[in-house]
T-cell receptor, first 111, second 117 residues
């Protein structure tokens, strides 16, 4: 089976840096993805790590350590619009790469 | 722009009605699409994997006779919630990945909010 753990909520102020951690247990691993979802909206893709290390995309970075079954999403220069739910997801082998999602972290950015 | 289109965005109907939701991949062929369900303040739960030209693969606990999936073409998958009841009210989201272009991410449709009265 597969399971992922991430904090349920995080609060930070505008301009700050926040890190959302994700640990996973999987029977097969083919990469860790991060998605953002605003209330009532669809998930939007943020980042993907297949190999160990850091991937940077603008204000967002994602890190993966396969030996530790651990990854994180780093959000810099936080803005109010970053308030949303963030999900880590593991992609399994086969079947077109189905995604199994963590429970989500609700990020609240305060002024 | 959107790479996966989902329709309708919202459905409100009476108990016992069957509801069909369409998911289309735009500008690419998707031999595999995925259907998720999300209850308020919860995560996305994978319901089934839709396979073009063959039967869908359902996750444990998902009733295949209740949630009919048809993937008749390389760009279209449909989910039909049969004889829907209030407990089926949820946010249904499909996703697809352009498998023909290397390591591409999953893209999601805008979701369908289903409310059964």
């Amino acid at each position: 089976g597969q399971s992922l753990e991430q904090p349920s909520e995080v609060t930070a102020v505008e301009g700050a840096i926040v890190q959302i951690n994700c640990t996973y247990q999987t029977s097969g691993f083919y990469g860790l993805s991060w998605y953002q979802q605003h209330d009532g909206g669809a998930p939007t893709f943020l980042s993907y790590n297949a190999l160990d290390g850091l991937e940077e995309t603008g204000r967002f970075s994602s890190f993966l350590s396969r030996s530790d079954s651990y990854g994180y999403l780093l959000l810099q220069e936080l803005q109010m619009k970053d308030s949303a739910s963030y999900f880590c997801a593991v992609r399994g082998h086969g079947q077109g790469g189905k995604l199994i999602f963590g429970q989500g972290t609700e990020l609240s950015v305060k002024p | 722009g959107a790479v996966v289109s989902q329709h309708p965005s919202r459905v409100i109907c009476k108990s016992g009605t069957s509801v069909k939701i369409e998911c289309r991949s735009l500008d690419f062929q998707a031999t595999t699409m995925f259907w998720y369900r999300q209850f308020p303040k919860q995560s996305l739960m994978l319901m089934a994997t839709s396979n073009e030209g063959s039967k869908a693969t359902y996750e444990q606990g998902v009733e295949k006779d209740k949630f009919l999936i048809n993937h008749a073409s390389l760009t279209l998958s449909t989910l039909t919630v049969t004889s829907a009841h209030p407990e089926d009210s949820s946010f249904y989201i499909c996703s697809a990945r352009n498998q023909g272009r290397g390591n591409q991410p999953q893209h999601f449709g805008d979701g369908t909010r289903l409310s059964i009265l």
